[in-house]
């Protein structure tokens, strides 16, 4: 078309009041899922059980490798990059340590608040999403410090905070939505809801609670309910996943919305699984059994099986999938060693395999959208290494170790510039990003999800937890008492 006939059709365009392509396109928000990993291996301190202190302790070095003072940095940088108007956090972690019995409880890392601390140094505000009194972060798995039971010794820290150097620490992990302070006033409604179904490890000790965080938000007059989820990862050969019998509750909590949805969370389900015993599962994925067949080949949404799978569940309930491509494995975002330092080294030969060069083998993170809404772009952040923008220095013989077994495995074209001193991820699980188109909408909310709060502790926990606390005291004050005669 020739230049002068495009100004005729142009004028004649805003003449009849008709809107070029450019002035068509809807508004937007972008929006960003992100696990920031709670810093040490659950897993293996699983496995010492019920040696609590040998278990806390090696949590607790692991949370000290793994540093969010540098990985705060990092993740501010990943999160000013994108520069997102809501961000879906998910182990959002509180490490908390105690002297004693009767002392007050100190936390030692928030990693919420350092986030908070760090954007705002780069110039970026956000802050909680909050209405009234109601903030959006929803407190879920925890292991509280009890004294003489989850001890941990640290000679660097403790001293200057307890004055002594071991302590009993725990830790409590969230689902938190962090906001654009100046979208702070948009927010309509926060809430927090509890998952009914919750995986319990020791019975009466130890039960892995999970929930979800919500706010309602006005998008340029439209309100939108943002989501942010973390789904139990634990799984019983032979049972429905609780990840999707969670699912299950979370799309019948969301179901009565009028306004448009956007979840965002670690959901623990690939659209693989269930896998058969023969298939590729280096991430320990749920297998099938006869409760639960094995996930069809090349699943879409009219022929997956989605009775255990949370994935499917949530794309069969009328949410899509806003990328990119889950079935890809090139955008596989969990994969990383708990201590950061490259692929773990277990999964990566596999995950090579498959066709992912940095290691990651499942896709656990989405951000799935209503039926209202569509996304206008999705990529996945903090999935590449040993060469990155958001990296971060760390220098243990242990992360040393790590990334030079990682290296050796890796094609050269990917670390031919890898800098000489070890660089770790930024988190365990790679992130994303989406831009989601936005429909005008004057729908308001008038419903919103039920709480279905647990007691904190329930009854025979508490009696549980005092009883071990008070026998593990008694026994260690036998000791003390033993070696103090012994040696007058």
Not at 68 to 74: A, G, I, L, T
Not at 210 to 237: C, K, M, P, Q, Y
Not at 257 to 276: A, L
Not at 457 to 465: D, E, L, M, R, T
């Amino acid at each position: 078309m020739h230049k002068a006939t495009r100004t005729v059709v142009s004028a004649l365009m805003l003449i009849l009041g008709l809107a070029t392509p450019a002035q068509a396109t809807e508004p937007t928000v972008t929006v960003m899922s992100r696990n920031i990993y709670l810093g040490a291996d659950v897993g293996i301190a699983m496995n010492l059980l019920p040696d609590f202190k040998a278990a806390a302790q090696f949590m607790w070095e692991q949370v000290e490798l793994t540093d969010f003072n540098q990985r705060s940095k990092v993740l501010a940088n990943e999160i000013a990059a994108a520069n997102p108007d809501v961000v879906g956090i998910q182990e959002a972690t509180k490490w908390m340590c105690q002297k004693g019995v009767l002392s007050s409880r100190v936390t030692v890392y928030d990693f919420t608040q350092m986030l908070l601390v760090e954007l705002d140094q780069l110039g970026y505000t956000y802050e909680i999403a909050y209405a009234g009194d109601n903030q959006a972060i929803n407190p879920g798995f925890s292991i509280p410090p009890i004294p003489h039971l989850t001890l941990v010794t640290d000679e660097d820290v403790f001293p200057a905070l307890f004055g002594t150097e071991t302590v009993a620490c725990g830790f409590e992990i969230a689902d938190v939505l962090l906001v654009k302070s100046d979208l702070g006033s948009q927010v309509k409604a926060v809430g927090t809801t509890e998952y009914k179904d919750a995986y319990t490890i020791i019975p009466t000790l130890m039960t892995v609670y999970r929930g979800f965080s919500w706010a309602d938000i006005a998008v340029n007059g439209t309100e939108i309910r943002f989501v942010t989820t973390h789904l139990e990862s634990l799984w019983d050969e032979g049972e429905v996943p609780l990840a999707k019998i969670q699912t299950d509750q979370l799309i019948a909590d969301l179901s009565d919305s009028e306004i448009p949805v956007i979840v965002m969370g670690d959901f623990n389900s690939d659209p693989r699984d269930p896998r058969s015993e023969t298939q590729s599962n280096p991430g320990e994925q749920p297998v099938s059994s006869q409760v639960c067949p094995e996930q069809v080949e090349a699943p879409n949404g009219p022929t997956a099986l989605s009775q255990c799978n949370a994935y499917w569940s949530m794309i069969q309930a009328g949410y899509s999938d806003s990328g990119p491509n889950s079935q890809d494995l090139k955008n596989a975002t969990w994969g990383a060693s708990a201590l950061l330092a490259g692929p773990d080294p277990k999964r990566q030969s596999e995950a090579l395999e498959m066709g992912n060069s940095y290691g990651f083998t499942d896709r656990l993170d989405y951000v799935f959208l209503s039926s209202q809404l569509s996304a206008a772009s999705a990529r996945v952040v903090g999935n590449t290494w040993p060469i990155g923008e958001n990296l971060w220095p760390c220098n243990s013989s242990e992360q040393n170790e790590l990334s030079r077994l990682a290296i050796s495995k890796m094609d050269s074209s990917l670390i031919a510039d890898a800098p000489e001193l070890t660089q770790c991820l930024p988190s365990d699980h790679a992130g994303l990003v989406v831009e989601v188109s936005v429909p005008s909408s004057d729908a308001m909310a008038s419903t919103y999800p039920d709480a279905h709060s647990p007691f904190p502790i329930g009854f025979w926990k508490g009696i549980g937890i005092a009883l071990v606390a008070f026998v593990l005291w008694r026994i260690r004050r036998r000791v003390i008492t033993s070696r103090a005669s012994k040696v007058a």
